[in-house]
């Protein structure tokens, strides 16, 4: 069963920064693109970023563009989110997810494309 488990979500004031992480189990984690999402509350679920398997391509969401890094240590099955600069409107949990296809080259940025789903970790930004 594949299993991600996020961390590093927390209380942080606007203008402050925080580092997501997320570990990947039982897959073979360097074939597989990864994403980042979050989901405000009584909002749906929204990209993020994105990063291809080897850590080459990397996309964001025009609205965390130049404030969100997404890395990935491939040698530790795991997925990073930098986020600086927060503001109050970042608030909200965030997820990480593979993507479906193995070796996937394509930018995906929809919820459907990716398959497993970490719990989430919570950010909330103060003003």
């Known amino acids: 069963q594949v299993q991600l488990v996020e961390s590093g979500g927390g209380l942080v004031q606007a203008g402050g920064s925080l580092r997501l992480s997320c570990a990947v189990s039982e897959r073979t984690f360097s074939y597989y693109a990864m994403g980042w999402f979050r989901q405000a509350p009584g909002k749906e679920r929204e990209f993020v970023a994105y990063i291809n398997w080897s850590g080459s391509s990397t996309s964001y969401a025009d609205s965390v563009k130049g404030r969100f890094t997404i890395s990935r240590d491939n040698a530790k099955d795991t997925v990073y989110l930098q986020m600086n600069s927060l503001k109050p409107e970042d608030t909200a949990v965030y997820y990480c997810?593979?993507?479906?296809?193995?070796?996937?080259?394509?930018?995906?940025?929809?919820?459907?494309?990716?398959?497993?789903w970490g719990q989430g970790t919570p950010v909330t930004v103060s003003s």
């Open positions: 997810a593979t993507d479906r296809d193995r070796l996937n080259t394509v930018v995906r940025t929809t919820v459907r494309a990716y398959d497993y």
